[in-house]
């Protein structure tokens, strides 16, 4: 039999998400971008000399599958100067192309058709996917919102989610998007929550390096009895402002890596080589760099949260990412959803509403991520452009844009 010819080619279980449909909007109107959770500068100047020289010196042919020799030694040095961590370079440690292949891998190998996945809600929407390719399903946990200075997860809740059928859980810590570190006691409830239920976890730690005052990170494999159960996640994007390299790598037991290495090979199978050789270099001499970038992170993401804050937009202070959170509810009768459709026409500005990473939209129907990862001239004029919709009874922001959808 052939194709339906009314079916049209590409539809199925994925349509556009909001994610594309606003960055379409921001190119089409040329409005100021803070959906996105990129950089618009580049990392250290020596990385991208390592890469150049790379690129030119003849290594440009596959890598091996599991990475470059030299990247998997600098991860595992990493693990182990920062958090106390041995992982075998050879069995332990795979590089993916970026985060996101590693955790879709994870999900493919580790879980099978009825099988289910704990997500902590809200949640990057690459999760929710990875799991409906595998055939299992989603039971999703929220945060709660704590009062207007965070999140909080409820360990009942969360233990109410477990049923014959579950098999991981995903957690991302530092938080996207709500910026939330999970702190020690929070991740210590998770990890016998985890080992209770015999649970494997896949923890997604991208932003790892970025975390802001008393926050900071704490890989749930250094608690009892998760170096075993615990597939840990990262990758160069985030912390070297190379998000477009795509290079990242897990670490975990062995089993669980060559598990993860057998998907692998049928998707990417490698990344691009003179990118591993110069992000191994990053790994073991730019701390320092990342700590300065980190810093200067944190005024830029108090420069918009000042803005929003003045724009009538009150803001949950994130821990660690490139994210916050603004509530709308104070400005508009508008749901977010509605808000930033009509955003780039009333304010020149691109964000996201929040209950795109949400089953349910519950306490996150107000709330609006906004990115603080840009350049501070970009920062200042989107502040400059939000204040168009300081909030004054008498003049409300226009329904016009507000209505239009």
């Known amino acids: 039999?052939?194709?339906?010819?009314?079916?049209?080619?590409?539809?199925?279980?994925?349509?556009?998400?909001?994610?594309?449909?606003l960055t379409a909007l921001a190119e089409r109107t040329g409005a100021i971008n803070l959906g996105q959770g990129f950089p618009d500068e580049d990392g250290p100047d020596a990385v991208?000399?390592?890469?150049?020289?790379?690129?030119?010196?003849?290594?440009?042919?596959?890598?091996?599958?599991?990475?470059?020799?030299?990247?998997?030694?600098?991860?595992?040095?990493?693990?182990?100067?920062?958090?106390?961590?041995?992982?075998?370079?050879?069995?332990?440690?795979?590089?993916?192309?970026?985060?996101?292949?590693?955790?879709?891998?994870?999900?493919?190998?580790?879980?099978?058709?009825?099988?289910?996945?704990?997500?902590?809600?809200?949640?990057?929407?690459a999760y929710v996917a990875a799991v409906t390719l595998a055939g299992g399903r989603c039971r999703r946990v929220p945060l709660r919102r704590d009062g207007d200075t965070g999140f909080?997860?409820?360990?009942?809740?969360?233990?109410?989610?477990?049923?014959?059928?579950?098999?991981?859980?995903?957690?991302?810590?530092?938080?996207?998007?709500?910026g939330k570190v999970f702190d020690r006691a929070e991740l210590s409830g998770i990890a016998d929550f985890c080992v209770r239920n015999d649970l494997i976890a896949v923890v997604d730690?991208?932003?790892?390096?970025?975390?802001?005052?008393?926050?900071?990170?704490?890989?749930?494999?250094?608690?009892?009895?998760?170096?075993?159960?615990t597939l840990s996640v990262?990758?160069?994007?985030?912390?070297?402002?190379?998000?477009?390299?795509?290079?990242?790598?897990?670490?975990?037991?062995?089993?669980?890596?060559?598990?993860?290495?057998?998907?692998?090979?049928?998707?990417?199978?490698?990344?691009?080589a003179p990118l591993q050789r110069a992000v191994a270099e990053a790994l073991d001499t730019q701390e320092d760099w990342v700590t300065r970038w980190r810093d200067d992170l944190r005024g830029r993401r108090d420069l918009l949260a000042e803005g929003l804050t003045d724009a009538g937009l009150p803001v949950v202070t994130p821990e660690g990412g490139y994210f916050l959170q603004a509530d709308v509810a104070h400005l508009t009768r508008q749901d977010a959803v509605r808000f930033c459709r009509a955003?780039?026409?009333?304010?020149?500005?691109?964000?996201?509403?929040?209950?795109?990473?949400?089953?349910?939209?519950?306490?996150?129907?107000?709330?609006?991520?906004?990115?603080?990862?840009?350049?501070?001239n970009v920062l200042s004029e989107a502040v400059t452009r939000m204040g168009r919709l300081r909030h004054r009874p008498s003049r409300p922001v226009p329904s016009q844009h507000l209505e239009r959808t």
């Open 1 to 21: 039999m052939g194709r339906d010819p009314g079916r049209p080619v590409g539809t199925g279980r994925f349509g556009t998400t909001v994610f594309t449909e």
């Open 48 to 125: 991208l000399r390592t890469a150049c020289a790379a690129l030119v010196s003849g290594e440009n042919q596959y890598p091996p599958l599991g990475g470059l020799p030299g990247l998997r030694a600098a991860v595992a040095r990493q693990r182990r100067r920062r958090y106390g961590l041995g992982y075998d370079p050879d069995t332990e440690i795979l590089v993916t192309t970026g985060a996101t292949e590693a955790i879709t891998a994870a999900v493919l190998a580790l879980c099978g058709p009825g099988d289910e996945v704990i997500v902590i809600d809200p949640a990057y929407d």
């Open 152 to 178: 909080v997860l409820d360990p009942d809740e969360l233990q109410r989610t477990v049923t014959p059928r579950t098999r991981l859980l995903i957690l991302n810590t530092p938080h996207n998007p709500t």
């Open 205 to 229: 730690e991208v932003y790892e390096y970025l975390t802001y005052g008393g926050a900071g990170h704490l890989p749930p494999a250094v608690l009892p009895g998760m170096r075993e159960r």
């Open 234 to 272: 990262s990758s160069a994007g985030k912390t070297f402002n190379v998000t477009g390299w795509k290079v990242g790598w897990c670490c975990g037991p062995s089993d669980l890596v060559a598990a993860v290495r057998s998907v692998k090979q049928y998707l990417t199978f490698a990344s691009a």
């Open 343 to 376: 955003l780039p026409a009333a304010a020149g500005v691109v964000a996201l509403p929040t209950t795109a990473f949400c089953e349910e939209p519950g306490a996150y129907r107000s709330l609006v991520r906004f990115a603080f990862c840009k350049r501070w």
